[in-house]
């Protein structure tokens, strides 16, 4: 079992920066793909950005240019550096951690971007 606890969310305005953060309780962190996923009011969760065991990276479209992902294994922990935010960004964020066939889900973090 693998716990994901995401801290970092918060209110800023349009333009404004976020760093969110999640850190695993595995020590086998380093083998788990890592994602974020966020859920906006009546939308459905969507991918936001993914980084595999080996450091390669995969955005949504709608972040590309705004928004990097990023895990330093040695404290167990992924990022999601986020610039540029847009009152759309608004969401909870999930950190997610998959290392087949077990997969596991943070508890979210809200990001509300103000226009």
């Known amino acids: 079992q693998v716990q994901l606890v995401e801290s970092g969310g918060g209110l800023v305005q349009s333009g404004g920066s976020l760093r969110l953060s999640c850190q695993a309780s595995?020590?086998?962190?380093?083998?788990?793909?890592m994602s974020w996923y966020r859920q906006a009011p009546g939308k459905e969760r969507e991918l936001v950005a993914s980084?595999?065991?080996?450091?390669?990276?995969n955005y949504a479209e709608s972040v590309k240019g705004r928004i990097t992902i990023s895990r330093v294994n040695a404290k167990n922990t992924v990022y999601l550096e986020m610039n540029a935010l847009k009152p759309e960004d608004t969401a909870v964020y999930y950190c997610?951690?998959?290392?087949?066939?077990?997969?596991?889900w943070g508890q979210g973090t809200q990001v509300t971007v103000s226009s």
């Open positions: 980084i595999t065991s080996l450091g390669s990276t």
């Open positions: 997610h951690a998959r290392w087949a066939p077990a997969n596991y």
């Open positions: 595995k020590s086998a962190f380093s083998q788990y793909a």
